[in-house]
């Protein structure tokens, strides 16, 4: 039996179209995970003393106003006594987390430059990155309570400070160029070994070009006052260093500015702008005076000029160097220290070497050159040096002793000055001031009782008729000059007269004549003169 076999067709079975739906939403979703995951940065632990402001899922980690990470999670340190935020930093955020970036918390700040973050008030608080240039990458950073006085990549110059006297300068306080603001101050610290302050400054491009190898820095913390022999000084510097104090630097002098210095050049810090000054003069020559009277009112600084100008300063008063000041006040003399200073006149005398102005200086002695004390200023007492010829005074020191050459001096006119005064003052005793208010008593009284006396006269019935009595004598005066007058009848009548007399005159004017020359005329005939007589023809 043969069998076939038949073969059935039928119909294959598919997949159905509404399962395409959720397979194409499961690769979105695959893939968004995917690219989630591929596209974040990395996790960092930031560890403050307090996450006031800070929420997780909201608060944003920013960079210069650029959004580059948001915070996951905020909880507490193992031994809950600061607050540990972990935030997720986006793609590409690699390079900026390292040993020398820093982060702080922006919320409102009063500070040395005024009122900051208030833009938080509405959007929130939020961190803030600096980026830092280091080597090594870091994820674990704790946080900046404030914010740094200088930011990370800052183009600039970084230089050092050294003084020996507290100038109390803090992070954030200003660097001054004549005014302007270039710079920070970026730490404060005091070397033990050295016993000096150490500060390190920063100065921002392109004010950096202004640090040369000639400038100086002082201290402009607040208000300077000096009074001394040249008058009061009154410095003041920006209202910032006012508040908060402040370093200042230029070139001091006529002295050319030199190369730019590089990072971590050390410069000295003088506690004012004259120090700075001073010390700017490397050309000088020391002398000693010897002054036979007192010095009360010189001090160190005051000023040493020739006929007004000014050419060195007074150094140390007084000069207690090699057992100089003893043996001195033992020949009553009290030994002062100058310092003659030629790059003070400009500087083509700066070209001049030391020891030729000393061989000047010692030939100027020979013809009078003398040094003298002066008042400068009396309402301090301030007193300067002055130098200046007196060629009638006698040589008496010339001869080096001990550390410098001597300068010879006379004696000056401030102890006559105050002699002087003292005998002013001991006239003003001698003056009876109780006599003195006794007849100004006397004196007032008087004046009292006259203006009583010209009260009780001006109340006299006549003294108040007086004036119209004068009033009706000068309407009569005015009435009686009236009369005379061009148009009066009386005027008239005085011209007609005066007239008539001055015909008559002139009628007589012949008879005077003839009684002038012949008196008997008035007693006898004149004879009458003989009849002409006609010529004949020749």
Partial sequence: MKSTEQARRGKARRISSIWLVPAVALAIG?????????????????????????????????????????????????????????????????????????????????????ISGLNTLLSGAYIELSPGNGDQEQRYFTTLSQPPVLRAREKGVSIVLQSLESNSLNPGDPVLYRGYTVGRVESADFAIEAQQSVYKLFIEDPFAELVTEQVRFWSSSGVQLELGSEGFRFDIGSLESLIAGGVSFDIVGNQPPGQRVSDGTEFQLFRSQGAARQEGFTQYANFLLYLDESVRGLSSGAPVEFRGIRVGTVIEVPYTGEHQLGSSLMNMKVPVLIRFEPERLGPQFSAVTIQDWQQQLHSLFEEGLRASLRSGNLLTGA?????????????????????????????????????????????????DFGQF???????????????????????????????????????????????YSTDAPAYNDLSRAIERLDHILSNLEPFAESVRDKPSSLFFNSPLPADPEPRSEQ
């Fill in 30 to 114: 695959v893939w968004m995970a995917y690219d989630t995951v591929a596209s974040r940065g990395p996790l960092v632990t930031l560890e403050m003393n307090t996450a006031e402001g800070i929420e997780a899922g909201k608060t944003l980690i920013k960079v210069k106003e650029v959004a580059v990470g948001r915070v996951e999670s905020v909880g507490l340190s193992d031994d809950f006594s600061r607050a540990k935020v972990s935030a997720r930093m986006f793609d590409g955020t690699e390079a900026m987390l390292n040993e020398e970036s820093n982060f702080w918390v922006v919320k409102p700040r009063i500070g040395r430059d005024g």
């Fill in 383 to 431: 007193l300067y040096v002055d130098l200046n010829f007196h060629p009638n005074e006698p040589l008496l020191i010339a001869e080096s002793a001990g550390d410098f050459p001597v300068f010879p001096t006379v004696r000056g006119g401030s102890g006559q000055l105050d002699q002087k005064v003292g005998e002013l003052l001991d006239n003003v005793n001698t003056i």
């Fill in 437 to 483: 208010a006794a007849t100004s008593e006397d004196t007032l009284r008087a004046i009292q009782q006259f203006a009583t006396q010209l009260e009780s006269l001006a109340a006299d019935p006549d003294m108040q008729a007086l004036p119209a009595t004068l009033r009706q004598t000068l309407d009569e005066l005015d009435r009686m000059m009236a009369g």
